[in-house]
DNA sequence: TCTGGGGTCCTAGGACCC
DNA sequence: TCTGGGGTCCTAGGACCC
């Protein structure tokens, strides 16, 4: 064990929301909520302002509104995020070469990389600081909380304890009595089924589960849950921090507005989600030989379908094949709500397959991506047809008897202002693109706006 | 007004092999 | 009359994380 609190766990505040408030000022100090905006949405960040009114991660959108309606809804934008991230990286490897990042928003940095070492409370307490200052200097703004410990462990709970803008350094050889009076959900990998079961031993703080037996422990979660779970409790986690961690899988996943029955527009998508899911493959590099599909049906419950190839692939027409005939054996009577096709098994070199690729029959797909009123917007240009999904950007259109068409909305900027470009994939029509003027950017989207009737007025425009 | 999307890791049973 | 026994691969499901 680590005799000086060398690892700092750096976690943004209310992250998606905050660079929200950053671009756009007359959201700062107001209540945001970033997440789905459609009627199966859930919340992904809330501001501290709005989860003052008790909106947190993973509510459903339609929970939020009803709790803050006046706060502002707003679809994430991925790639603003990102870029944010990177800068915030970057002040983190300028400190420390070892840096593992979990998400986007969230880091472990091992100070004890950088040649760094006796450090004390007050040593980490300041370099903490200074990143900190770093990252908002470097972000435009971004706070974030640190957390510094011996381990990963407890770094991590740490830097939870002084949240927004806060910096907790735990001494070394007090972390057994610094988790002891904690709940046990506070350590990662406990989540409520796990939480529930040690409830039923009589196990609810870290204390109680320093008193239970590791036998006892691994009969009630199981060998490998048990054991980890033994030491952590104990504060014996020697984790090191990894710096580059390998992809295991890839997938792409959508929960649609309303269930699907059709299973040939089901095909459809899935085709188009393999596709999605080679082009990722194909940029990051990588092939896989096992290939998924997934369905939830209207009751929540899901399933996967899995079959594995003799060697690594990442052709569209090989991964669509195989979905195809998976999803062919899932029973889809009654709806689906979700539908996902993913690549696991990756290799980073890929297997001229011959008789994959003479097998596989080209499968003609039409997509298109919207702007924030793109049911209507879709229903305009295909009338009488039926707008079946819209999410993140994109419409689908399906029910002319040519395949699914799908619609994209690019924003670029001119020396006369933004334009939208809105170009139709349909296999009828071959490319069709028109440019529109872009309509202004909403500086103050939600609080005239309700956003709440215009999604109910395009649901029924839908059905 | 239930319940996203992208992941990771683990378990358990059956097939198959030596 | 019982019923090897370990190892690997594959599939399906579940818990959990941000």
């Known amino acids: 064990m680590r005799t000086d609190p060398s690892i700092l766990h750096v976690d943004l505040d209310a992250f998606f929301a905050a660079v929200e408030q950053r671009d756009k000022p007359s959201l700062r100090g107001k209540a945001v909520v970033v997440g789905g905006i459609g009627l199966r949405g859930v919340v992904s960040t809330a501001s501290y302002e709005a989860r003052k009114y008790g909106v947190r991660s993973a509510m459903s959108t339609a929970e939020a509104r009803s709790r803050c309606p006046h706060a502002a809804y707003l679809g994430p934008r991925f790639d603003v995020y990102r870029e944010a991230s990177q800068a915030v990286m970057a002040q983190m490897r300028a400190l420390s070469p070892l840096v593992e990042p979990l998400s986007l928003d969230e880091a472990f940095v091992d100070l004890s990389a950088s040649g760094l070492s006796g450090l ?110 033994h030491r ?26 309303t269930d699907i029955l059709d299973r040939s527009l089901l095909t459809a998508i899935g085709d188009r989600m393999a596709h999605r899911v080679s082009e990722r493959l194909q940029k990051a590099q990588l092939s896989g030989r096992t290939v998924t599909v997934k369905t939830r049906m209207h009751d929540f419950t899901t399933h996967t379908r899995s079959s594995t190839l003799a060697g690594p692939t990442d052709d569209p027409r090989v991964i669509a094949r195989v979905a195809r005939r998976l999803l062919d054996d899932s029973d889809v009577s009654g709806g689906i709500r979700l539908l996902g096709v993913g690549v696991s098994s990756l290799a980073d070199w890929i297997q001229d397959d011959l008789f994959t690729e003479s097998e596989a029959e080209e499968v003609p797909l039409e997509l298109v991506d919207l702007p924030e009123r793109p049911r ?7 009338p009488g047809q039926d707008v079946v999904h819209t999410s993140y950007g994109e419409g689908w259109v399906w029910g002319s008897g040519r395949g699914l068409v799908t619609v994209r909305f690019e924003t670029a900027s001119t020396p006369a202002g933004p334009v939208r470009t809105f170009a139709i994939d349909d296999p009828a029509l071959s490319r069709l693109e028109r440019t529109i003027p872009a309509e202004p950017e909403p500086d103050e989207p939600v609080v005239q706006e309700p956003a709440l009737s215009a999604l109910e007025e395009s649901g029924a425009e839908a059905d």
């Open 120 to 229: 004390t409370v007050e040593d980490v307490a300041a370099i903490a600081n200074d990143l900190k200052a770093a990252i908002k200097e470097a972000s435009g703004g971004l706070t974030a909380s640190v957390g510094a410990g011996t381990s990963k462990l407890i770094a991590k709970i740490a830097s939870d304890l002084d949240k927004p803008d806060g910096v907790v350094v735990v001494p070394a050889g007090t972390e057994a009595e610094f988790l002891a009076p904690m709940q046990v959900t506070v350590i990662p990998g406990v989540g409520p089924a796990t939480a529930q079961r040690l409830s039923m031993a009589g196990v609810r703080t870290v204390a109680d589960l320093q008193q239970l037996g590791q036998d006892e422990l691994i009969r009630q979660v199981g060998t490998a849950h048990g054991s980890s779970l």
């Open 232 to 257: 952590l409790a104990v504060a014996a986690d020697d984790r090191p921090v990894v710096s580059d961690r390998e992809t295991k899988s890839v997938s792409v996943e959508d929960t649609f507005e």
């Open 376 to 382: 209507e917007r879709l229903a305009g240009y295909y």
